[in-house]
């Protein structure tokens, strides 16, 4: 995927981390001053894909999050 968009004249960065919730940290980073951020379980598919979608409209970060370690 990295070269067919570069090779199409996309420019192209690659985020990574330890795991899903490191990656999303890391891409959230990338945000100097976010006036927003969305929030997803990173246990379920469905959850980041919407979310990520809705967050990319707003032009905002998603953050994954472990199930386990929010109260509420």
Same mark, same amino acid.
Request: hydrophobic share 45%; charged share 15%.
């Given at each position: ?5 570069? =090779?199409? &004249?996309? %420019?192209?960065?690659?985020?990574? @981390? +330890?795991?899903?919730? $490191? ?18 379980? =990173?246990? &379920?598919? %469905?959850?980041?894909?919407?979310? @990520? +979608?809705?967050?990319? $409209? ?15």
């Amino acid at each position: 995927m990295h070269n067919a968009l570069s =090779g199409a &004249g996309y %420019a192209v960065t690659r985020f990574s @981390g +330890a795991d899903r919730y $490191a990656t999303a940290r890391a891409v959230a980073d990338k945000f100097p001053a976010p006036k927003a951020v969305g929030v997803a379980t =990173g246990s &379920g598919f %469905a959850d980041a894909l919407t979310g @990520g +979608a809705a967050m990319a $409209a707003l032009g905002q970060p998603l953050l994954l999050t472990d199930p386990k370690s929010l109260k509420g």
